[in-house]
């Protein structure tokens, strides 16, 4: 896979991703005020319980990141399907 094809595949995952994190957050706002009747408590608002504000936490968190999960593999799938390439691995590699 040559450079440009590792950037593309970069890019078309990170586009991805980003989208996905937006909605997934959006939903995960309209499930809580679903379920609770009320908004999202603020972390930052001293008057929100730590439970409150964990609890919102754990749920935005959660789902989040399943979203994100779907969606790189949505992604990955996606781009080997078009170019025939697999995608290319979009985790950081630290040398020591």
Request: hydrophobic share 45%; aromatic share 6%; glycine share 10%.
């Amino acid at each position: 896979m040559g450079t440009t094809d590792k950037l593309m595949g970069k890019v078309y995952t990170g586009v991805i991703g980003a989208v996905t994190t937006i909605v997934a957050q959006r939903l995960v706002t309209l499930a809580w005020k679903t379920i609770t009747g009320k908004e999202p408590p603020s972390p930052t608002n001293p008057e929100t319980s730590a439970a409150a504000a964990v609890t919102w936490v754990v749920a935005s968190g959660i789902g989040v990141g399943v979203a994100q999960l779907f969606a790189q593999r949505f992604a990955a799938r996606h781009w080997h399907n078009e170019t025939g390439l697999d995608a290319p691995d979009s985790t950081i590699k630290v040398k020591v």
